[in-house]
């Protein structure tokens, strides 16, 4: 069979990276054509030598020009600036299959583009299925196509379910890791730093989703992500706290019994489950070895020390555009944090009045998505200044 041609979006970030690894171990099937990034041309220049690709996106033009004419990239590469050329990188003729592996919601107009064209699409952006899970999914419906997931814990659940039938499905759980503040008070919260946030105890991952790790925010975006892409509720989707980050996430059945996914902490795992979907390969890292001593803990989840975590389930069972502006808010919360605009226990306090600003309503198309999660950014900028008034 002729290699799956693979569009990474993301290609100098984390899950990019893994995505890499697992190319570079099975160049016989997969074979990536188009690359993407923010602004990082050089790394992006040794990527497409490395791979031999010979189209590059970059969002920030400025750097696209620099790269264009920097002679480091291989001869005949043709190069994409912008949003434009990030959306046109990702219907390239020649591509099967699209990863979306861009931080926040930037994808979405790329993503949806590939669908247009009748790409499958490998999805970590996760905050693209919470902003505009409805049209997407609605989008990917109408043009046959699949949106394999890339998260680990959907790809558990995804992978779980493989034979079974929809009706007997029970519940969908979710495990989280529970960050590195899983045992803290909430007045130890009040001093957690930058630094502090940005150690996973797990996984080695991009800043913005290791802070959305630290406050849950992460596994609500993820119960939200769970809803879109399995046609579950929040009724039937549970969050189980798991600090060893084994089990990935479960799958629970009407009779009782529960399929759980395992594999120790790295994202090569659901990637290379989803590039190579459906055959398997060898593996790009070792696997969980039963020959040593492995305990595997389970616990509920701490809604009070965790808001981020309580807020999205409230914005999932309050629906329309609700999720949307909680994913918009986390957005800024967590950029001024890291900019040090605010603290960390100002996030939650943000992303709630935000959610309790813009006014409730069943976005319709895209264009309200898009009017509502801009609305959402600007108001949460008011909050944040008006926190330190
Ligand atoms: P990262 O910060 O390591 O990398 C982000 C990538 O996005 C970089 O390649 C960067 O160049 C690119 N990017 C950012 N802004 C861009 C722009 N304006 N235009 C073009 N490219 C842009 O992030 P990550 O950890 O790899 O996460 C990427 C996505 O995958 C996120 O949505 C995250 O939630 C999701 N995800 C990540 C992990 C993980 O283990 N890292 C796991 C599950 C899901
Ligand atoms: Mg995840």
Redesign the pocket.
């Known amino acids: 069979m002729a290699a799956k041609n693979i569009v990474l979006?993301?290609?100098?970030?984390?899950?990019?990276e893994s995505t890499r690894r697992v190319v570079a171990k099975h160049p016989d099937k997969l074979n990536i054509v188009g690359i993407?990034?923010?602004n990082?041309w050089k790394e992006l220049a040794e990527i497409a030598h490395e791979f031999d690709v010979k189209h590059v996106a970059i969002?920030d033009e400025a750097n696209c020009r620099a790269a264009e004419q920097s002679g480091l990239f291989p001869e005949g590469t043709t190069f994409y600036p912008g949003l434009e050329g990030?959306t046109a990188i990702s219907c390239l003729a020649e591509a099967d299959m699209l990863v979306t592996?861009?931080?926040?919601t930037?994808s979405l107009k790329p993503t949806l583009a590939a669908i247009e064209c009748g790409k499958d699409v490998a999805l970590?952006?996760?905050?693209i299925l919470v902003m505009a899970g409805k049209v997407v999914m609605a989008a990917a419906k109408a043009k046959g196509v699949r949106i394999l997931p890339?998260?680990?814990e959907h790809n558990a659940i995804f992978q779980c379910l493989q034979g079974e039938r929809d009706i007997d499905v029970a519940k969908l759980i979710l495990t989280a890791s529970g960050g590195p503040f899983r045992e803290f008070t909430a007045e130890q919260m009040k001093s957690v730093t930058k630094a502090d946030a940005l150690k996973h105890p797990n996984?080695d991952?991009?800043?913005?989703?290791t802070i959305d790790s630290s406050t849950m925010a992460n596994k609500g975006l993820e119960v939200i992500e769970a809803h879109w892409l399995f046609g579950k509720g929040r009724d039937q989707i549970q969050v189980v706290v798991h600090p060893q980050s084994i089990v990935h996430s479960m799958v629970q059945y009407v009779d009782g019994s529960i399929l759980a996914h395992l594999s120790p902490p790295s994202?090569t795992f659901a990637i290379q489950h989803v590039l190579l979907y459906p055959e398997r390969a060898e593996g790009v890292d070792a696997t969980v070895d039963f020959t040593k001593m492995l305990s595997l803990d389970f616990r509920p989840p701490n809604y009070e020390l965790f808001p981020c975590l309580r807020l999205a389930m409230e914005a999932m069972d309050a629906e329309g555009i609700a999720p949307a502006v909680f994913n918009a808010s986390n957005e800024i919360a967590v950029d001024a944090f890291m900019a040090d605009k605010i603290g960390y226990c100002d996030i939650p306090r943000i992303i709630e009045q935000t959610l309790a600003a813009v006014p409730a309503c069943d976005p319709q198309g895209l264009d309200e998505i898009l009017h509502a999660d801009a609305e959402a950014r600007r108001l949460a900028q008011t909050f944040f200044t008006s926190v330190h008034a």
């Open positions: 979006l993301g290609a100098t970030g984390s899950i990019g993407a990034g923010r990082r969002f990030l592996a861009i931080v926040g930037l970590a952006s996760k905050e890339m998260d680990s996984w991952m991009g800043p913005k989703i994202m």
